[in-house]
């Protein structure tokens, strides 16, 4: 089976905490930087205001926050992700404040409406009180609608962990690795796992954590899971401290990973069938992430787009003290 939609896979995203005007500079610089390899000079500077007006907002309304820049894709079919994430105050009515013309920080208020106008693809989740959250996309659309995050613990360049995710038809595959640690060599032995998952990625997860564990037995190890869903059946294999929950209609099922650390222990691992009806999330992450969180407690954010819901799981229960990977497949 040809693998037609996959991600980049491999390197974390470009994250840029915002404090002040120059790290909006920073963050603009580097998406234009990302779209004029891969996009026009159109689409380029589309992708710069963009980055610009989010930046400026969230500097504005919520006095801080970060940015995520990350392409997505083949490179036949490239998506360009930007997310703007913030614990700000919020907003009550979104679509109010969408509005042309309509401002809290006495701007011409055109920043949200100029976003969603230049995207492609967008989306926004905002609850007063607790922040907000933007996707802005711009490109070919994806084969599979999923959001990730995955980012380094502060202070390192490599991420521990990766990711990676194929699309053909009516079957999805994901597997995610997090090296043991952090840090160069867990990025090594994350990218190991990675690398096998890519050569068999429509065997049974079963099969390709086994094939995992002999690749990354000359590294650290770690821990990965690997879930296949292929029509309304998901079929979920884990080793390791990756948590998987299958959303359905807000109530959560944790999925089984075994105990051990990959590449340390080569053994068979047993596989899990679950069905996976329509409108169901697939939720998968490292324990970068707290696994205390319930989509119950985030009222209207189960509508919103996966990369919407990753990125406010990544904000509310994301862990300063290690990597942090979360996939998200509806």
Known sequence: MEAVAKTRGVTSQLRYLLEDDSNVGEARRAAQAMANFEFDSQTAG?????????????????????????????????????????????MGDVERCMRDGYSTAGTPGTGLGAVRRLADEFDIHSVPGHGTVVMARFGTGLAARFGAISVPMPGEIDCGDAWHLVSHGDTTALMIVDGLGHGTFAAEAARAGIDAFMTSPWAAPQDVLTLAGGAMAKTRGGAAACAQVRGNILSYAGVGNISGSLIVAERSQGLVSHAGTLGMQVRRTSQFEHAHPPGSLLVMHSDGLSARWSLKDHPGLLARHPAIIASVLYRDHGRNRDDATVVVLA
């Open 46 to 90: 589309r992708v710069a205001i963009v980055a610009n007006e989010l930046g400026n907002n969230v500097l504005r309304h919520a006095g801080g926050g970060e940015i995520l820049v990350q392409t997505l894709g083949t490179d036949g079919a490239t998506t360009l992700e930007l997310l703007a994430i913030d614990r700000g105050p919020g």
